[in-house]
């Protein structure tokens, strides 16, 4: 894990924000500040899944290379607090996760919760949201927002076959023709809202394209695939091309509501 003296609860990544396009890397990274230790764990379980997205970062940067488009990375552990849950999840600060059981999670006193919270978590939206804004208003028009993470191969001993999922809530735009992009490749195993639905209330996607009315997806890629710098950019390249696509098509760049299915929609709903 990387430990630095100033910690930043966020990275910019930069890139032409008149593109109108937006990365986000909520699981780019596996750093805790000094202070946290290793939150009671042995180092080696910040290289496993739990800690962070493995390869996200790669993929996210060459990505942002590739397009020429900005892009924002939460810099802390999902063990710290988790950037992608509303505020009211219970998953938000985990105790136990795919077998291990976070000490310096458990038990978490409010005021701990709350430091989290204004350290790291809200900090980290305030920039995508800032981002998001500078994106529209030097494009002149609604963004297009790409958030990509990465699954583990197995889970809870179940074996996950999809090489790549795109996850969605109500707006298809980008998602339907990316999804159709993926499968022309016949040796690609596509999942549609796997290895998880896609609808989560007050997560990234929620806060800052389902409520603004943005187009957007969330691409999930396997974790061995991208488990390599080598890997990852081979991913980032088949990627690109395909989000470019999209991002030409007319109703991308619009502010359209397609509502969601975890319940209404409204400015504020997240939290
Ligand atoms: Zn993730």
């Known amino acids: 894990m990387t430990r630095t003296a100033l910690f930043s609860p966020v990275e910019i990544v930069d890139g032409a924000r008149e593109r109108g396009i937006v990365l986000i890397g909520d699981h780019a990274r596996n750093a805790v500040p000094d202070e946290y230790g290793n939150l009671g764990l042995p180092a080696a379980e910040f290289e496993r899944h739990i800690a962070y997205d493995i390869g996200v970062e790669w993929v996210t940067r060459r990505l942002a290379a590739l397009i020429g488009a900005p892009a924002v990375l939460a810099g802390f552990s999902r063990l710290l607090i988790d950037p992608n849950r509303g505020e009211d999840d219970p998953t938000l600060i985990r105790q136990l996760y795919d077998g291990t059981v976070i000490t310096g999670n458990y038990p978490i006193s409010a005021q701990e919760r709350a430091r989290r919270l204004d350290r790291f978590y ?73 290895p998880y639905d896609g609808a989560l209330r007050g997560d990234t996607m929620f806060r800052h394209a389902i409520v603004n009315g943005y187009a957007h997806l969330l691409i999930e890629l396997r974790q061995d695939l991208i488990a390599t710098e080598v890997g990852a950019a081979r991913w980032a390249e088949r990627l690109a091309p395909i989000l470019d696509a999209v991002d030409r098509r007319d109703d991308i760049h619009q502010v359209k509501q397609f509502g969601s299915r975890t319940g209404p929609v409204s400015q504020g709903a997240s939290t």
């Open 122 to 194: 809200r900090p980290y939206h305030d920039a995508v949201a800032a981002m998001t804004a500078s994106v529209a208003a030097a494009s002149g028009r609604a963004p297009f927002i790409i958030s990509i993470h990465s699954f583990t191969p197995a889970m809870q001993g179940r074996r996950r076959p999809w090489h790549v999922g795109i996850l969605w809530d109500s707006d298809d735009r980008a998602v339907k023709p990316v999804l159709e992009a993926l499968r022309a490749d016949p040796d690609l195993v596509v999942g549609d809202n796997e």
